[in-house]
C-alpha cells in the first residue's frame, strides 16, 4: 500500500506564495501519476494538478494556470507544488494522491478515481 505524506501547507496574505510537497512511501517517482485535489469549506473536492513524470506530462485547472506549478524531484523523492499569486479562493485543504496507471493528464484523475490519498494539509489566504 503506497502512503502518501504531505508537507507545506500554512497561513499566507494574498499574493504571496506556498509549496505544497508530496513524498511517497516508495523510491520510483516515474511509476505513479502524482497530483493535488483541493477542498474548501461547502464546496466540492476540485482537481488542481497532476505529473506524469515518466511521460514528462502535467494538468492545471483553469483556477490556478499561470500561478500553480507542478514539478518532480527524484533527488528528493517528492512532488512539489509551487502556488504564487494566491488568492483567498485558494483556501482549502490540499490533499496529495497518486496513481501507478501514470493517468494523467486523464479524465481518471479529474474525477479523484486515483487509489492512493494523502491526510491533507490546511491553505489559508487572507485578504
Known amino acids: 500500500q503506497l502512503q502518501l505524506a504531505e508537507t507545506g501547507g500554512g497561513l499566507v496574505h494574498a499574493g504571496g506564495s506556498l509549496t505544497l510537497s508530496c513524498t511517497p512511501s516508495?523510491?520510483?517517482?516515474?511509476?505513479?501519476?502524482i497530483g493535488w485535489f483541493r477542498q474548501a469549506p461547502g464546496k466540492e473536492r476540485e482537481a488542481v494538478s497532476c505529473?506524469?513524470?515518466?511521460?514528462?506530462?502535467?494538468y492545471y485547472a483553469n483556477s490556478v494556470k499561470g500561478r500553480f506549478t507542478i514539478s518532480a524531484d527524484y533527488a528528493e523523492n517528492t512532488v512539489s507544488l509551487q502556488m504564487n499569486d494566491l488568492k483567498p479562493e485558494d483556501t482549502a485543504v490540499y490533499s496529495c494522491?497518486?496513481?501507478?496507471?501514470?493517468?494523467?493528464?486523464?479524465?481518471?484523475?479529474?474525477?479523484?478515481?486515483?487509489?492512493?490519498w494523502g491526510q491533507g494539509t490546511q491553505v489559508t489566504v487572507s485578504s
Open positions: 494522491t497518486a496513481d501507478h496507471g501514470l493517468r494523467c493528464p486523464n479524465s481518471y484523475f479529474i474525477q479523484g478515481r486515483y487509489p492512493f
Open positions: 516508495r523510491r520510483d517517482l516515474d511509476s505513479y501519476a
Open positions: 505529473i506524469n513524470s515518466r511521460a514528462g506530462t502535467t
